[in-house]
């Protein structure tokens, strides 16, 4: 089973939310990892969105709305990309991402996000 | 503003050896709290982690590339490389080297083909 998985596409309407989720693997301790974030659009490299670890560890990159923002849920042993007040230039490929202590960097196979 | 720029050859023979260089401007790879390295992407795929490297000599890999791959800096010129040993067509993809996470180059496509 992968250490990360996302769902491979995602629909919503403009000026709604979305949520992206990232889900570990159920023997991965989700508290004790960073989840970041990448936002990919066709032809062009990722762009690094946030890393999100707790409140108090956080990060949104440099010129990130602050519609993009993240968080975890524990009960699902996921990190959650939230996108708030959708725009038709947030449709792109959605990547999330953590640093396992023995897999190394890894990452999730991608979200696409369609808005419709 | 730092920038990663890729450089290499876009074709690589099968059983050939990939290097690819990367050169920063903007910024130094022997900066404490950075790591630095290289990430693919296949054709319509997803990423994979390649290798990092840390300003004070650590190298990481990625378990399934180990043993064929590896990542050296050149401090004196702010550029680091990568070595592929071994190419197979399964390693055609766009390379990216990238500050771990927030700054990625732009990417250069290396095909593996006869």
Redesign the interface.
Known sequence: QAVVTQPSSLSASPGASASLTCTVRSDVNLGNYRI?W?QQKPGS????LL?YNSDSDKER??GVPSRFSGSKDASANAGILLISGLQSEDEADY?C?IWHS?????????TKLTVL | QLQLQESGPGLVKPSDTLSLSCSVSGGSITSPNYYWGW?RQSPGK????IA?FYYSGAN????SLEGRVTISADSSNNRFSLRMISVTAADTAVY?CVR????????TLVTVAS
Do not use: C, K, Q
């Open positions: 970041y990448f490299p990722p762009r690094y890393r990159g440099s990547y991402m023995t897999a190394g960097v890894v990452f999730g196979g991608g | 990430i997803g990423l994979e982690w990092y990481y890999y990625n378990p990216y771990h996470a927030d700054f990625w180059g732009l990417g």
